[in-house]
């Protein structure tokens, strides 16, 4: 495994189209797959391009494998076969403390559990990223206020609602300025207003980030407010348009 | 793009900031757990610092004190017997190479009154100030001449006190059956504080006591330039073994191996509780580990690595260690000063009479036992931190995988190898006369013990859950011994320090028990005779002469009287003396005399000139005394042959003892006194009427009675003091146990909030919620017990048959005490099944709907 070292693809003739437009994608998988146990595919030769600053949802059934692809994107798992290139460095050739550091670099994450330790504070939560690429934490209180959670940076996770928590875990994902967001049913655990208000929230901020973000769902609102939606399913990934909806969420 | 990443211009240590915040997090949110792992590192570490203070200072200002009687000699050329002729003296003064020989006659002299005895020097002033400088009598100014009075003695300021007389009265000392007063004379130039010590003219000495032309050391001083190894290798071969050539550094050799055994074995017993302690760390750690695992996977998910989490959370037991054992050395040092204070320095071990020390500061046994703190609390979190540095990410964010966490742990593996390496350490030889090996063979077997516990639980519960589904039973049952059966490594956690403190006390309490049986039973057969009448209850002044002997057994009511002599031999200048003990042995059945261990050799094995002698194990342990050896002892001025005829038990003297027939003791020395008579009694002659009899002898009044029965009460009465300390760090070691199963109880209960409110949701009522915790505590601790018997017992084979032999050099038979180990074991499941219930109460006190709310 070798040392993670942003090194341009010079040789990668997607790359090298992307370097005469003066930008490289934001996230490059290619030829991806992955299957669990007794031959069960989850995921079979997958070619998905994400450009800077590009907004896509993933929408697929149960069990499809739509969380394995962004734990594959993450480097936290494994792919059989195929690559994913964050950035530009193949994530699959860097071992783990390696594609750790790309991770907190890079990526940003969005979970529909929150995850939001508890026993901390809200900056200190929103401030992690930051702490661990050495970064002083100051931006934290910023973002919060950009969440709407201005003047609550000492409280705790417990004295907030379910939709604020998740305006915390957003503003967590983006403190950092990471390349790409990986939010897996940010608003599974919300109800639609608040789901709405997050997504808005969202959208609004790795836009003013100029973050590129794949969000898994199953809302077909939620998916509404990408850029574009793909679909997973068995034979694959596919376009689909957005919705009418999704000029309203826009 | 690349750019876009934060690239800041000012960088910070966030690591360390991050581990801050981490920490403060997990302490704020759960401070009771990490005050009492703190507490429990502090305990363990004061009590062991504070055992090893107290002996320690003991010790020292024991090995100082004896230091202090050889003064500035460079060697010392002693009697293997107490005594020698004085004709020695000149020749050793006029060897070449001697710049100064100074004559000692070293007495232990009985009090009459007192349990213990005084150490009464004879030197000659001239030779001994030049030597001993410290230990000249200062006599008034009105008297001068004082110190070669024959009937003046000078006390150390301790021994005054001791024996209540000031300089101008008198003290009363036995020599033989007659006591003898002397005029105390005044006080020495400096001794150690609490040193008894006296002094006079060495020519007094001899007289008084009746040793004339006997000396017990003489103490050399060599001339510069002098080899000191080739003189002392040249001068023992001149002397051969009538008399032994030593240094000032085996005084201290002597102390140490007298003593070593018992402190070591009191060490490790106070570490016991750290032990404990250990365990208490590691299901806290574990535990925590198991409820932060999603927290800790988010972490990584965020780009936290492996070393920084391993690094924190091995770093979070570091510093419960680093307070804790802080915290233990302060409660230490108060506590030693305390016990030294109001206690002395003796245990119960009875090694260090006669001394006052006071407790300093030990710059190394602090590090060690600071090291030892926070290794043990760094060991138990080892395995949870490279659990939780393990484990994947994205299977660790999901709920339900807590059980994956500690999967690990039922890996029966390295549980097999600390069995198996145990099994081996076992069987292996002491390290310098201590069993150092064997104390770690019961380490790892209670490590490997109780690593096979969440296998055991896993096993015992799998087929107890299947053989109760083909039943028809209760929903409380089916629940309990499901989550016993599928959750082994949550619920085994709980176990360790129950585990642990219960096989220990198994194992002390048959140690114990069966130590006690053994001297019991040797007691018995020891104490055959219906009376024992001592002159010389401790020192080596007091005797009965052959008309004395006679005396007594021609009184009145007496059918047998038999005589013993006590002495000592020195076989190694570095060794303690070996007890000498002539008496009446019948050699055909010496077993009628004393406990044998073994076969016996007949007399009709032994060749002329060759004499018999019976050794105690210690013998055959210290000095490979084997059964048939012949061998030269210097018994007597012309020694001999003696043959190993037999090994016996003896409770009594671990450095080791040598019997032989009272008329070959006195054949070879000449020695025709008696310490010690066993009387049985004519039949219809009352005990008390002989006493009444032998009192009214002329020397009745130097004489002590006692009955079998009440030397029995004695010792059995010596030996539950001596281990009061042990018992009482048993009790620590429970306590703390006790306090893990609460610590882990109440935190996989409260962790369950949610489950528990899931239950509540379908219908469980809060009663039956409690009954589901009070029967997984209740089975799961009496798997523990059962297991905690099964590993106590074999620890105390280990403790019985190795441990013991190689510290006191005495084997003992085995002995269960089952109302002891019941006892311990049914308060130990009433403490755990309450403590479950009472955590369990707080946890269903939760609002169901709230409980079951994910809390993230």
Redesign the interface.
């Known amino acids: 495994m070798e040392e993670y070292k942003?090194v341009p693809l010079t040789d990668d003739p997607i790359f090298m189209t992307f370097r005469n437009n003066g930008?490289?994608p934001?996230l490059e998988c290619r030829g991806l797959s992955k299957a669990y146990g007794a031959g069960r595919v989850l995921l079979a030769s997958l070619d998905f391009t994400l450009d800077?600053g590009e907004f896509v949802a993933i929408m697929g059934d149960s069990g499809v494998g739509k969380?394995t692809l962004l734990?594959l994107i993450?480097g936290?798992?494994q792919a059989d076969s195929g690559e994913v290139l964050i950035?530009?460095t193949a994530i699959s050739s860097l071992d783990?403390?390696a594609a750790?550091?790309l991770?907190?670099?890079?990526?940003g994450?969005v979970?529909q559990?929150?995850?939001?330790?508890?026993?901390?504070t809200l900056v200190?939560n929103v401030a992690?990223?930051?702490?661990?690429?050495?970064?002083?934490?100051a931006r934290a209180l910023d973002l919060l206020e950009a969440v709407g959670l201005g003047g609550r940076g000492d409280d705790f996770?417990?004295q907030l609602s379910g939709g604020e928590?998740q305006r915390v875990a957003i503003a967590?994902a983006l403190v950092?300025?990471?390349?790409l967001i990986l939010a897996d049913e940010p608003t599974g655990?919300l109800d639609p207003e608040t789901a709405h208000e997050v997504l808005s929230l969202f959208r609004a901020e790795i836009k003013a980030n100029?973050?590129a973000a794949i969000m898994v769902t199953h809302s077909m609102a939620a998916a509404a407010s990408a850029d574009r939606i793909l679909i997973l399913s068995e034979h694959g990934l596919h376009a689909t348009q957005p919705s009418q909806s999704a000029g309203e969420h826009q | 793009m690349s750019g876009r990443a934060t690239a800041p211009s000012r960088r910070i240590a966030g690591g360390r900031l991050l581990a801050r915040w981490l920490l403060g997090a997990e302490w704020r949110s759960h401070p009771a757990r990490a005050i009492v792992a703190i507490a429990t590192i502090a305990l363990g570490v004061a009590l062991g610092y504070a055992v090893q203070l107290i002996n320690s200072a003991a010790f020292n200002e024991f090995s100082a004190a004896a230091k202090s009687l050889s003064g500035e000699a460079d060697l010392q050329v002693r009697g293997a017997q107490p005594t020698f002729d004085e004709n020695w003296y000149p020749r050793l003064a006029t060897t070449p190479g001697v710049a100064l020989a100074s004559p000692v006659l070293d007495l232990d002299v009985t009090v009459p009154g007192q349990t213990a005895a005084l150490k009464v020097l004879g030197i000659d002033v001239f030779r001994a100030s030049r030597i001993t400088p410290e230990l000249i009598g200062v006599p008034s100014g009105q008297r001068p001449l004082d110190t070669l009075s024959d009937d003046a003695i000078f006390l150390s300021p301790a021994a005054q006190q001791w024996l209540h007389v000031a300089p101008g009265e008198h003290v009363a000392l036995l020599s033989g059956t007659s006591i003898i007063r002397f005029r105390v004379a005044g006080g020495l130039v400096r001794t150690r504080p609490g040193q008894r010590v006296a002094v006079m003219d060495i020519a007094a000495a001899q007289w008084r006591f009746g040793l004339e032309g006997k000396l017990s050391r003489i103490d050399l001083q060599l001339q510069r330039g002098v080899d000191r190894e080739r003189f002392k290798r040249e001068l023992q071969e001149r002397l051969g073994n009538q008399l032994v050539v030593a240094e000032t550094r085996d005084d201290e050799s002597r102390t140490d191996r007298l003593s070593r055994a018992y402190r070591i074995n009191m060490n490790v017993l106070a570490l016991v509780a750290l032990f404990t302690g250990a365990f208490l760390v590691f299901s806290t750690q574990a535990l925590a580990v198991v409820r932060r695992r999603a927290q800790f996977a988010m972490l990584r998910v965020l780009g936290y690595t492996r070393g920084q989490l391993l690094r924190q959370i091995l770093m979070e037991g570091a510093l419960l260690g680093v307070l804790g054992s802080a915290l233990g050395l302060a409660l230490g040092y108060a506590l030693s000063s305390i016990a030294l204070r109001f206690f002395g320095s003796d245990l119960g071990g009875g090694y260090f009479p006669g001394v006052q020390p006071r407790v300093s500061f030990e710059p190394v046994a602090s590090t060690i036992f600071l090291a030892l703190g926070i290794g043990v609390s760094v060991l138990g979190s080892l395995v949870p931190a490279l659990e939780a540095a393990r484990a994947r990410p994205a299977a660790a964010l999901k709920a339900g995988s807590e059980e994956g966490a500690l999967a690990r742990l039922a890996t029966p593996w390295p549980a097999v190898i600390c069995l198996a390496v145990a099994g081996i350490l076992a069987l292996l030889p002491p390290i310098f006369d201590v069993p150092i090996l064997g104390y770690l063979s019961v380490a790892l077997l209670l490590v490997g013990g109780i690593a096979l516990m969440p296998r055991c639980t896993a096993i015992v519960f799998t087929a107890l859950s299947q053989w109760h589904a083909k039943r028809r039973t209760r929903a409380v049952t089916t629940l309990a011994l499901a989550r016993l059966a599928n959750a082994p490594g949550q619920a085994s956690i709980a176990m360790g320090g129950v585990l642990s403190s219960f096989a220990l006390i198994v194992a002390m309490a048959i140690m114990v028990a069966s130590f006690r049986v053994s001297v019991d039973e040797w007691l018995t057969h020891l104490l055959s005779a219906d009376l024992y009448v001592r002159v010389a209850a401790n020192g080596d002044t007091a005797s009965l002469s052959p008309g004395e002997q006679t005396a007594i057994a021609a009184t009145p009511g007496i059918g047998h009287a038999a005589f013993t002599r006590t002495s000592h031999l020195t076989l190694d200048p570095a060794r303690p003396a070996v007890a000498l003990l002539a008496r009446d042995i019948d050699a055909t059945d010496p077993g009628a005399a004393m406990q044998m261990t073994g076969p016996v050799l007949p007399p009709s094995t032994l060749q002329d000139g060759e004499t018999p002698i019976w050794v105690s194990e210690a013998m055959v342990d210290l000095y490979r005394y084997r059964l048939g050896q012949r061998l030269k002892l210097s018994i007597g001025a012309q020694g001999g042959t003696f043959v190993v005829a037999g090994v016996w038990r003896d409770y009594a003297r671990q450095t080791g003892a040598i019997q032989l027939r009272l008329p070959d003791y006195r054949r070879l020395t000449g020695d025709t006194g008696a310490t010690d008579a066993a009387i049985t009694v004519d039949r219809g002659a009352s005990v008390e009427g002989v006493i009444a009899n032998l009192r009214k002898l002329p020397f009745g009044a130097a004489m002590q009675f006692a009955e079998p029965g009440d030397i029995r009460a004695r010792t059995l009465t010596i030996f539950d003091r001596s281990f009061a300390v042990t018992y009482l760090l048993e009790a620590v070691a429970i306590v703390i146990g006790l306090f893990g199963v609460a610590a882990t109880f109440s935190a996989q209960t409260l962790a369950r909030a949610r489950e528990f409110g899931m239950l509540r949701h379908v219908g469980v009522t809060r009663r039956q919620v409690l009954a589901i915790l009070a029967a997984e505590a209740g089975m799961l601790t009496a798997l523990g017990i059962a297991v905690g018997f099964v590993l106590g017992w074999a620890i105390s084979l280990i403790l019985v048959f190795v441990v013991n032999p190689q510290s006191f050099h005495w084997s003992m038979s085995m002995h269960i005490p089952w109302h002891v180990v019941s006892t311990v074991a049914l308060v130990m499941l009433i403490s755990s099944c309450a403590t479950a219930v009472v955590a369990g109460r707080k946890a269903v006190s939760l609002d169901a709907v709230r409980a079951v709310k994910e809390d993230w």
């Open positions: 942003p930008v490289s934001a800077p969380s734990n993450a936290l798992d950035d530009g783990d403390n750790t550091r991770r907190r670099q890079k990526l994450f979970f559990a929150f995850h939001v330790l508890p026993h901390l200190q992690l990223p930051l702490l661990l690429n050495d970064t002083p934490p996770p417990r928590l967590r950092h300025r990471p390349t655990n100029g973050a």
